[in-house]
C-alpha cells in the first residue's frame, strides 16, 4: 500500500511562500510521476503542478506557472511545491498525488494514490 502525507501548509500573507512536501511511503514511487492538486469547499478538484518519475518534465497549470516550482528526490521518496509570490487565490487545501494510469498528467483521473491534504491560506 502506498501512503502519501503533505506537510508545509499555513497561513502566509499576499506575495509570501511556502513549500509544501510530500513524503511517500509503501511501494516505490520512483517509477511514477507525481501532482499536486487543490480544492477549495464546493468546487472540483484542481491540477497545480506534475512531474515525470525522472523529474525531468515538469507540468504546470496556467494559473501558477513562472511562480510554483515542483520537484522530487527519489532517494528520500518526497516530492515538493515551492510556491512563491503567494495570492489570496491561491487559498486551498493542496494534495499531493501519485500518478497510476496513462494519460495527462492534469487529469485527476489518472492518479491512483492521494494524500489527505495540507490547508494553505493566503491573506490580503
Known amino acids: 500500500q502506498v501512503q502519501l502525507v503533505e506537510s508545509g501548509g499555513g497561513l502566509v500573507q499576499a506575495g509570501g511562500s511556502l513549500r509544501l512536501s510530500c513524503a511517500a511511503s509503501?511501494?516505490?514511487?520512483?517509477?511514477?510521476?507525481m501532482g499536486w492538486f487543490r480544492q477549495a469547499p464546493g468546487k472540483e478538484r484542481e491540477f497545480v503542478a506534475a512531474i515525470s518519475s525522472s523529474g525531468g518534465s515538469t507540468y504546470y497549470a496556467d494559473s501558477v506557472k513562472g511562480r510554483f516550482t515542483i520537484s522530487r528526490d527519489n532517494a528520500k521518496n518526497m516530492v515538493y511545491l515551492q510556491m512563491n509570490s503567494l495570492k489570496p487565490e491561491d487559498t486551498d487545501i493542496y494534495y499531493c498525488?501519485?500518478?497510476?494510469?496513462?494519460?495527462?498528467?492534469?487529469?485527476?483521473?489518472?492518479?491512483?494514490?492521494w494524500g489527505q491534504g495540507t490547508q494553505v491560506t493566503v491573506s490580503s
Open positions: 509503501g511501494r516505490t514511487n520512483s517509477n511514477y510521476g
Open positions: 498525488a501519485r500518478k497510476g494510469y496513462l494519460g495527462n498528467y492534469d487529469d485527476r483521473r489518472r492518479y491512483e494514490y
